[in-house]
């Protein structure tokens, strides 16, 4: 049994990283990942945030900054398909924070404020800063719970009545 997975850092002008690894922890939306040798087949959307890459003694050997992308793992090959990396040690809190204010698109300020938040001990889930498919500004949860409550009450109007659950409060 392989002892390693083989990864790979693929940025859109080329490969950027190839090594072995013991383990890489990616940060994953919903949650950092840990890649090990033998793991399932799979496949993951990358957060903005810090990769991690173990040896087989579980020793931080590198750390990295990405921004978004996918984690596919397969047959021990870990791929990570991400648009930007920096090595953690290359990014100072004063450089974090100068890139963050002359960032030219929300793209680029997320990043930095990302990398600015990491260094200062804060995380958070990036991708839910920048919406990629609305441009309009993020619903409070109120206003959430009001568009909910209001098609729920459009789907119990359009509902046969034979066909409509009772709560128990209902009976």
């Known amino acids: 049994m392989d002892k390693n997975v083989n990864l790979s ?6 490969t950027f990283l190839e090594e072995k690894a013991g383990c890489v922890i990616v940060p994953a939306v919903r949650a950092d990942v840990a890649i090990l040798p033998q793991r399932a087949p799979s496949i993951f959307t990358l957060d903005y945030g810090l990769l991690q890459i173990f040896d087989e003694d579980g020793k931080l ?16 090959v870990c791929v990570v398909a991400t648009r930007a990396a920096v090595a953690f040690d290359e990014v100072s809190p004063e450089d974090a924070v100068r890139h963050l204010e ?18 200062r001990g ?15 500004r993020r619903k409070t949860q109120g206003e959430i719970l009001v568009e909910l409550r209001d098609g729920l009450e459009s789907l119990k109007k359009r509902m046969p009545k034979d066909r409509m659950y009772k709560a128990d409060s209902d009976l």
């Open 122 to 136: 804060i995380r958070r889930s990036y991708l839910q800063t920048v919406n990629l498919y609305n441009a309009n």
């Open 61 to 76: 050997k590198k750390r990295y900054f990405v921004k978004s992308g996918v984690v596919q793992m397969a047959q021990n």
């Open 9 to 14: 850092i693929v940025l859109p002008s080329g």
């Open 102 to 119: 002359t960032a030219e698109n929300e793209d680029e300020r997320v990043f930095y404020q990302m990398i600015s938040d990491y260094q």
